[in-house]
């Protein structure tokens, strides 16, 4: 099934899978700044125009559009959270039901949004605001995964030959590609699961990298789903030339 054909089958299956009514929420982690896209001061890319939409809009558009999704929680900058409230109601995205503030590092501000989420809910999403090119059925297929293994990441396969380097900037090892992989977002859990993560990560003052380093450690299985080689971060000045492009070629 392609991943640009609507989400309804996926979904239902979904509830299928899980034996009932199953209610799902999306965590929009938008409360970074990027020192990377600018050389004179710190960004808020996730505020930018692309496509003549802010490019936050386009994960809202996503989540408010997929039928298996009930509510929609941003995470965003102290000094953006009226901007994104003004654009929830301005573009009546309506399973928006909390915008809250982030914190010092990602992981404070993922926690922040993890705490808005309602008890009922059965799987969280968590998503990056700066992939604006995710689609309904990467989405769904995450969502599914997640119901059968608890927890599950889209990802793509590293191309490139990766080298062990040491402070020195000299090479210590040539890694093994084969079983190497690019994590994308969203990645998703059952609630359960990444409450308890979160709860013991804060605990032990352990930092990850992403949500599922955090569910690892539980320990609990990441299940790893096919992702996209479109669905890229934005970054660097020259990614918002190709989201265009890829928003061009779908037709958006």
């Not at 899978?17 to 004179?40: H, Q």
């Not at 909390?98 to 309602?118: E, I």
Request: charged share 30%; aromatic share 6%; with cysteine.
């Amino acid at each position: 099934m392609s991943r640009d054909l609507c989400d309804t089958t996926l979904v239902s299956r979904i509830q299928d899978l899980f034996g009932g009514d199953m209610k799902a929420c999306a965590i929009i982690v938008a409360a970074g700044k990027g020192k990377r896209f600018s050389d004179e001061k710190d960004s808020y890319k996730q505020f930018l125009m692309l496509g003549g939409k802010p490019v936050i809009c386009w994960s809202l558009e996503l989540f408010e559009n997929l039928a298996g999704i009930r509510d929609v929680v941003i995470v965003a900058p102290d000094d953006r959270m009226g901007f994104c409230r003004s654009i929830a109601k301005r573009h009546k995205y309506g399973k928006v039901k909390a915008v809250v503030p982030g914190g010092r590092f990602r992981q404070d501000s993922v926690y922040s949004g993890l705490l808005k989420t309602a008890k009922d809910i059965d799987i969280i999403l968590i998503h990056d605001s700066v992939r604006p090119l995710a689609t309904a059925g990467l989405v769904s297929l995450c969502m599914e995964e997640a119901v059968r293994c608890g927890a599950a990441v889209p990802a793509v396969p590293v191309k490139d030959t990766v080298k062990l380097g040491n402070k020195k900037m000299f090479v210590e090892q040539t890694i093994d590609r084969s079983k190497l992989w690019s994590v994308q977002t969203p990645q998703c859990f059952k609630r359960a699961v990444i409450i308890k993560a979160y709860d013991k990560a804060r605990k032990d003052g352990f930092v990850g990298s992403d949500d599922s380093s955090v569910v690892e450690r539980l320990p609990h299985e990441v299940k790893i789903v096919s992702g996209s080689e479109e669905n890229i971060k934005i970054t660097y000045p020259e990614d918002f030339t190709l989201a265009e492009a890829i928003l061009k070629r779908r037709g958006a």
